[in-house]
């Protein structure tokens, strides 16, 4: 009986087995090969494609990167042509300035000369009266 019992299992296992191996067996060589290829190909475009949107990208961010190069050169130069400029009207409106103040001395000294040589004559006049 358990001989009976081992082959009735046996017979069931290996047609089970053998309808499982029949669902999920393989595909032939030729379409298995037929769709490694494809997929091969269908890989080979995609990597193309990544790889011209990576040399797009790569264009763009030059393109950008040289642009913005050029707007911190233009920026830079403008900032130092203003610099200048507000540097030179500084120093003239400082030089002006000197130049007023200079004057208003010269002015100054040139009264208090004036007033120093009438002193001198009023003195003269008052020292020959009391001779």
Same mark, same amino acid.
């Given at each position: 009986?358990a001989?009976?019992?081992?082959?009735v299992?046996?017979?069931?296992?290996?047609?089970?087995?053998?309808?499982?191996?029949?669902?999920?067996a393989?595909?032939?060589g030729?379409?298995?090969?037929?769709?490694?290829?494809?997929?091969?190909?269908?890989?080979i475009?995609?990597?193309?494609?990544?790889?011209e949107k990576g040399?797009?990208?790569k264009?763009t961010?030059?393109?950008?990167?040289?642009?913005?190069t050029n707007? /911190?050169?233009?920026?830079?130069?403008?900032?130092?042509?203003? !610099?200048a400029?507000?540097? #030179? %009207?500084?120093? $003239?409106s400082i030089?002006?300035?000197l130049?007023?103040?200079?004057?208003?001395e010269?002015?100054?000294i040139? /009264?208090?000369?004036?007033v120093?040589?009438k002193?001198?004559? !009023?003195?003269?006049?008052? #020292? %020959?009266?009391? $001779?």
């Amino acid at each position: 009986m358990a001989n009976k019992n081992f082959l009735v299992g046996t017979l069931i296992g290996g047609i089970v087995g053998a309808a499982v191996a029949l669902l999920f067996a393989p595909k032939p060589g030729r379409e298995l090969r037929e769709d490694i290829t494809m997929n091969t190909y269908s890989m080979i475009d995609r990597a193309s494609d990544l790889q011209e949107k990576g040399a797009n990208w790569k264009d763009t961010v030059y393109e950008k990167g040289s642009a913005l190069t050029n707007k /911190a050169i233009d920026s830079t130069a403008e900032l130092t042509r203003s !610099v200048a400029q507000k540097t #030179e %009207d500084v120093k $003239e409106s400082i030089e002006q300035t000197l130049q007023k103040k200079r004057h208003v001395e010269d002015e100054a000294i040139e /009264a208090a000369e004036a007033v120093s040589d009438k002193l001198e004559e !009023v003195a003269d006049q008052i #020292e %020959d009266e009391t $001779e």
